[in-house]
């Protein structure tokens, strides 16, 4: 892990980011139950529609908090790609572990409301703190990759999570809608 140091950042800085940080660690937290319920009801991993639904809604909320919906969309597409990859570490796990069970709410719609709750704070964050430092670096957002504990993801995977999260920007003017 690298580590970046902060003393150029403002103490509400550093939380906002270590904030920023959890709630991406929260949203992919919701994972494994999201494929136990999949992987017990004989459910795929691939559900087109909801992140259709998804996306859309993010992009709606991005220009809400004066972020680029683009930025924002690719920031998302890239955690959507990493729930899978949870998601289908969880299934080979299962597969091969007879009489593996998982504890859990396995209500589904509960469950993505509060991946949609995680990520709307998420924004919210995100806003936050590029109104108070104008862009991410991505030396600091290194430092915060401890935070995203999953097990199940590589270095690279978080990695890749940091970076698309570098590369969202405010907008300073309203945006066209989507």
Not at 100 to 126: K, Y
Request: charged fraction near 25%.
């Amino acid at each position: 892990m690298i580590v970046a140091s902060h003393a150029h950042e403002t103490k509400s800085g550093v939380i906002e980011l270590r904030n920023i940080a959890r709630l991406i660690q929260r949203r992919l937290s919701y994972m494994p139950a999201i494929a136990w319920y999949k992987f017990k009801n004989g459910k795929g991993i691939e559900e087109h529609a909801q992140e259709g639904i998804l996306i859309y809604k993010i992009m709606q909320e991005a220009q809400q908090y004066r972020l680029d919906p683009i930025s924002a969309q690719s920031f998302f597409r890239v955690q959507i790609a990493a729930g899978k990859t949870i998601q289908h570490r969880c299934f080979a796990e299962w597969m091969f572990t007879p009489g593996f069970h998982t504890s859990g709410s396995t209500d589904l719609t509960e469950l993505r409301q509060c991946i949609s709750q995680t990520g709307s704070n998420m924004l919210r964050e995100i806003s936050a703190y590029l109104r108070s430092k104008q862009h991410f670096s991505l030396d600091d957002l290194l430092t915060y990759e401890e935070y995203i504990t999953d097990k199940r993801l590589r270095s690279h995977e978080k990695m890749l999570l940091l970076t698309q999260l570098a590369a969202i920007v405010r907008v300073s003017s309203e945006v066209r809608h989507y």
